[in-house]
């Protein structure tokens, strides 16, 4: 029996020392190497901050105006300092993603309507107008960068993209979210770094990772799809409807032929053909993005092949894999898939190809942070000292 209780102690010591080892990492650890922060000024047209995000191959940027002059998304008031005289430079008014360009370009017009899009008075639209076009701009969120790597998952687990972080901060406590901050600079913090630092400290995670999504309860079932005959622009409204970055690709079936199709579907039980992402569309030009609003989704992904393929050597072009998994394969898998091909959704199909479902990062991160909790609270259980025989 001693022996029993004393392995059973053993284990649950192991497993906390996944929240323990979380606890001691802080976000400064994360995006110490992070480049300077990319931004675009409140008064830069919607075409140079697209050719912002292609240079610099982000899909997100923080817009910055003077100070005083907006309000910032969500009530945040992030300010840049002079290092110098601790002047206040600019602010950040909010996030500007290329999902909301995307929207403002399909414009207010509802999903199936025919029209033709005056792209050159469409894309010197400024900026600043067309924050919170989606609802991630409705928010800029600021995190202190002493906080605890644990902590600051439970903002990121909630739908958090992106979040400011400061190079300076004169808080020394953990506070995750700050709304008011002033910081001679800041670097850009992704879900999707959350998702590379884990995979490069996947022994740390092991006790956790080991488990399939399937038991870990991480496979998001609502998943909507559009089929390949769907036009691009029509794909667009559809995002924008319920805020997708990310969305697959089914088989069309013969009710699709009948003329009602409904662009939005369920995509569980179908076959899953590929994906489409707001990143397809970034590898474009202003001018080629002109032509492929009324094209099919796999023409576009097609054209966007042989784009990426004319310009190798010159310029990175971002291009998303299909990337796929089972409800039995493992957290770790998942991790280290998503993280190689730079992907925020793994989608979760059958043996025989059919669509089930899909894991997010939003779900990735929430898990790992659920159960490094669940297990210090098992330990609190523990007795100091084992039983006496």
């Known amino acids: 029996m001693a022996s029993s209780s004393s392995e059973e102690m053993s284990k649950k010591k192991m497993k906390v020392s996944v929240g323990c080892w979380l606890r001691e990492r802080r976000v400064r650890d994360i995006v110490r190497e992070k480049r300077r922060l990319v931004e675009v000024p409140y008064n ?70 025919d029209c033709e899009v005056d792209l050159d008075r469409t894309m010197a639209s400024p900026v600043s107008s067309v924050i919170g076009h989606s609802l991630e701009g409705l928010t800029l969120w600021s995190l202190n960068p002493n906080t605890s790597i644990l902590d600051c998952m439970e903002t990121f687990s909630k739908g958090v993209h992106w979040a400011l972080v400061p190079v300076e901060s004169q808080a020394d406590d953990e506070i995750a979210v700050e709304l008011v901050k002033a910081s001679p600079g800041y670097r850009m913090l992704t879900q999707m770094d959350f998702l590379s630092f884990l995979q490069a400290n996947m022994n740390e995670l092991k006790d956790i990772t080991i488990h399939s999504v399937g038991e870990l309860e991480v496979v998001n079932k609502n998943v909507f799809a559009i089929t390949k005959n769907t036009k691009v622009i029509d794909a667009i409204r559809s995002m924008r409807s319920y805020s997708l970055g990310t969305i697959p690709v089914i088989s069309a079936d013969a009710s699709d032929d009948s003329g009602e199709e409904t662009i939005l579907q369920d995509g569980r039980g179908r076959s899953l053909i590929d994906a489409f992402s707001i990143i397809d569309l ?25 784009i990426t393929a004319s310009t190798a050597g010159t310029v990175e072009k971002q291009s998303q894999k299909l990337i796929t998994c089972h409800s039995e394969t493992t957290l770790a898998e998942v991790i280290t898939e998503a993280a190689l091909a730079h992907v925020h959704r793994v989608w979760v199909v059958d043996e025989q190809g059919l669509l089930r479902g899909f894991v997010s990062l939003t779900d990735i991160l929430g898990a790992i942070r659920n159960k490094a909790l669940a297990s210090e609270n098992e330990l609190q259980d523990v007795p100091a000292t084992e039983p006496a025989i």
């Open 44 to 113: 830069a047209t919607l075409s140079s901050t697209v050719n912002a995000l292609l240079a610099n191959n982000v899909v997100a940027v923080p817009v910055a105006a003077p100070p005083g002059r907006y309000i910032g998304a969500g009530g945040s008031m992030i300010l840049e300092s002079d290092p110098a005289t601790g002047a206040v430079r600019k602010q950040y008014i909010g996030i500007i993603t290329m999902l909301d360009v995307l929207v403002h370009i399909a414009g207010d017009e509802p999903v199936g309507a």
């Open 282 to 306: 970034q590898s474009c030009s202003i001018a080629q993005l002109q032509s492929m609003l009324n094209v099919t989704v796999m023409e576009l992904k097609e054209r966007v092949s042989e």
